[in-house]
Each structure stands twice: as C-alpha cells, then as structure tokens.
C-alpha cells in the first residue's frame, strides 16, 4: 500500500507524521496504512502510535467535520 509507504518513510525521517480523512471511506483506509505502517517500521525500532482528534474543514464553502491522526513514533 502507498499510503503505508509514505507514512512510514515520513516517520523514520521526522518522527512524525499528520494524515487528514474525510468519510468512513477515507478513515477506514487511512487507519489501514497506518497498522501496516507499524509493520513497515518495526524493524528499524520504531514503535508507532496514532492520536486521533476531530477537524474542521471548509470543501467549496461548505463545512465539513473530518478526522486527523497523528502519527508519532514513541
């Protein structure tokens, strides 16, 4: 997975990394390449932990809610 790919190279470079979702879609699958992320990073020592917050954002002047996770490694 991409996604998964690009968190973990963000998070062996930066310790951290931010991934926005908008939709149960969106969520799902963020919080899929996350899990295999861990995976991904494991080997290297890294232990990842994610915090989940609430976000607002505007999409062509409507408001909409979404989710941010933060993705740290401890």
């Known amino acids: 997975m991409a996604v998964?790919?690009?968190i973990a190279g963000v998070v062996r470079s930066q310790s951290r990394v931010e991934v926005q979702a908008i939709g149960a879609g969106a969520i799902n699958q963020a919080v899929k390449a996350i899990a295999i992320s861990r995976g991904y990073v494991a080997a290297?020592?890294?232990d990842?932990?994610?915090i989940p917050s609430f976000i607002d954002?505007?999409?062509d002047?409507?408001?909409r809610t979404g989710i941010r996770l933060l993705v740290e490694s401890r």
């Open 48 to 50: 990842l932990v994610c």
């Open 4 to 6: 998964a790919g690009a």
């Open 57 to 59: 954002i505007s999409i």
């Open 44 to 46: 290297g020592g890294f």
């Open 61 to 63: 002047g409507e408001e």
